[in-house]
């Protein structure tokens, strides 16, 4: 569902910030959902995929030449992706607490906000 909030909102005419900071509104919501009504293993799993897989989608723009982001950004963005990944393994597999990529995503929100 986020990717494909993700491609409507780009054909809607949004900035590329406005687009990324909803995306992150709605996985986080997601996540936040899956911290407070403790849903089963298949909700919980399908919040963390989200997750990961908006993090797979910037960090994949960041790897494109045509970024025009800084290049040490762009690094650090791709190395959170990679930590999003590990981590949300350890969620899945080990039941590690949600809260870490909750902040992670509400510091990327405010970053994205800040502007």
């Given at each position: 569902m986020?990717?494909?909030?993700?491609?409507?909102?780009?054909?809607?005419?949004d900035s590329?910030?406005?687009?990324?900071y909803?995306?992150?509104g709605?996985v986080?919501?997601?996540?936040?959902?899956?911290?407070e009504?403790?849903?089963?293993?298949?909700?919980l799993?399908?919040?963390?995929?989200?997750?990961?897989?908006?993090?797979?989608?910037?960090?994949a723009?960041?790897?494109?030449p045509?970024?025009?982001l800084?290049?040490?950004?762009?690094?650090?963005?791709?190395?959170?992706a990679?930590w999003?990944a590990?981590?949300?393994?350890?969620?899945?597999?080990?039941?590690?607490?949600l809260?870490?990529?909750?902040?992670?995503?509400?510091?990327m929100?405010?970053?994205?906000?800040?502007?």
């Open positions: 986020t990717i494909k909030a993700y491609q409507r909102a780009a054909t809607q005419g590329p910030r406005e687009l990324e909803r995306a992150f709605q986080t919501a997601g996540l936040v959902r899956a911290v009504e403790t849903p089963s293993g298949g909700a799993a399908e919040a963390v995929d989200a997750n990961r897989r908006l993090w797979n989608v910037l960090a723009d960041c790897s494109v045509e970024n025009q800084p290049l040490e950004l762009r690094g650090q963005i791709i190395s959170l990679l999003v590990r981590y949300s393994a350890d969620v899945i597999r080990d039941g590690a607490a809260d870490p990529l909750i902040d992670v995503n509400r510091t929100m405010e970053g994205l906000a800040a502007r």
